[in-house]
């Protein structure tokens, strides 16, 4: 039986399911009007329990996933931080000239373009933004947030002088450190208190809220505390299996270098060794930022608002891990693509997983039909509210990402990358499922390449008919490839 908060928030979900945008006045008039609490955390992959990951620890958002619904199939329109952030915050597809980098800003590719967050404060909610949320903290701007956005600590910030006793010709320490140093000592341990502080104030003024934290880790330095590293024996760390170039793969497809700008710490790159360092790294900064997540979610509970409180943990990409030999993102691969979701929304059953396609442009329509309220007509992702309900509920058939030169389409059981005139990938998933071969030129996949590139044209068809208004050209700088 439903205690009586969350049978209000039901009933208030299934009213707006059967009303839809007629649905708004009365939400917005509303006290059972739900929070939103989004949780970002760059450069995770569903390399957690929850996913059935048996070496990463993830306690934190694995009790989040036992409580909501997993999204399997969850994938980035562009695996890089500030496009990634900036398409989903519009709902809006990249293009080869919009969403392109990790400097990517909304309001200078799609300055005419509403967000998630301005939605929200329009509709009388109060919006914060604590750590990394959008990729540049001025990105919208007073339209998105109530108060300015909230910056911690720069994520490069060391506290073990051997990082930096010797650097990387960018000037970069090496790639890891784990001091004995508290949780605060790092921005996103920063980023957790000053939400805290944010849930507590909140509760006091009693007025709905979107409240976005976003965590830093497990991107790159990982620089995280002992104790995160201490998790893990790194001699029983299994590396990836699959460490070769996929075989037939066009010369366009390339990794990341973003791990080249740091100095390697005395190994010998892509040694097995450097493997397992490296994976030792991500997996204990990925434990740092699941902690970090259920000290927010504790307090959530603590202050008795998880009752009203939709949950979004979401992850801006996906990244490889040594398969291929490639280290981060930048690439149409599926680990580069895939992220993790889940969400919890308070009244609906618990520990729910679904296979249905979804694209992280669809939290956008799917975050307002939950609260009632319309979304703008520049919006291009599709609600998935309907699969919240039921998981074998399908909103969508493919996803359309890019990146780069490579404009890619993921199926149920297919993906499609086409470089234009430097050649084309295809990759299936039911038989090989770590992308080890393309078959793009397979005679016996002729039918399934065809039908991909018309469906690739489609979107990005689509996408380039986007309103966004016209872009603010703005020189960018080098900086954090994101």
């Known amino acids: 039986m439903l205690s009586p908060a969350p049978q209000k928030f039901l009933a208030l979900l299934l009213a707006l399911a059967v009303f839809g945008g007629s649905a708004i006045g009365h939400a917005a008039s509303s006290t059972a009007r739900p929070n939103i609490l989004f949780l970002a955390i760059d450069d995770l992959r569903p390399e957690l329990g929850c996913y059935g990951d048996t070496q990463v620890k993830s306690p934190n958002i694995d009790r989040v996933a036992a409580q909501g619904m997993v999204f399997t199939r969850a994938y980035s329109q562009v695996p890089t931080c500030g496009a990634s952030r900036a398409s989903m915050m519009t709902s809006i597809l990249p293009t080869p000239k919009r969403f392109i980098d990790h400097l990517a800003r909304a309001d200078e590719d799609a300055p005419a373009a509403r967000t998630l967050p301005e939605m929200f404060k329009a509709a009388g909610y109060t919006t914060l933004s604590n750590g990394k949320v959008f990729h540049n903290g001025a990105d919208t701007g007073p339209r998105s947030w109530s108060q300015p956005s909230w910056h911690p600590v720069t994520h490069m910030t060391s506290h073990d002088p051997a990082t930096t006793a010797k650097v990387s010709a960018q000037q970069r320490g090496r ?95 892509n040694s097995d060794a450097w493997h397992r360092m490296m994976r030792h790294g991500y997996y204990a900064a990925a434990s740092y930022a699941d902690k970090l997540a259920g000290d927010v979610l504790a307090e959530l509970e603590r202050l008795g608002l998880a009752d009203n409180t939709i949950i979004v943990i979401w992850g801006d990409h996906g990244w490889h891990l040594g398969e291929h030999n490639f280290w981060g993102k930048h690439n149409t691969l599926q680990n580069a693509l895939r992220v993790p979701l889940i969400i919890k929304v308070p009244g609906l059953p618990a520990g729910r997983r679904t296979d249905s396609l979804v694209a992280s442009l669809d939290l956008f329509p799917t975050l307002c039909a939950l609260a009632g309220i319309n979304p ?107």
């Open 175 to 269: 790639m890891f450190e784990s001091p004995d140093v508290p949780d605060n000592a790092y921005g996103d341990g920063q980023t957790a208190e000053k939400t805290i502080a944010d849930l507590r104030r909140l509760k006091a003024e009693g007025k709905p809220f979107f409240l976005a934290c976003g965590f830093i880790r497990p991107h790159m330095p990982f620089y995280v505390p002992k104790k995160y590293w201490d998790l893990y024996d790194r001699e029983k760390i299994a590396i990836a299996p699959n460490r070769d170039r996929p075989q037939d793969a066009p010369a366009a497809l390339v990794g990341s270098t973003e791990y080249q700008s740091y100095e390697p710490g005395g190994y010998e790159v």
């Open 376 to 482: 703008p007509d520049s919006v291009q992702g599709l609600s998935f509210a309907a699969v919240l309900k039921d998981p074998a509920t399908r909103t969508r058939d493919s996803v359309y990402s890019r990146f780069d030169q490579g404009d890619s389409i993921v199926t149920d059981q297919l993906l499609y990358t086409s470089y234009g005139a430097a050649g084309e990938m295809l990759y299936d998933h039911r038989t090989d499922p770590q992308e080890n071969r393309n078959v793009a030129d397979q005679p016996k996949y002729a039918a399934d390449v065809a039908r991909l590139r018309a469906l690739l044209k489609m979107q990005m068809d689509l996408a380039a008919h986007a309103k966004t208004g016209t872009p603010i050209i703005v020189p960018h700088k080098a900086g954090n490839p994101g």
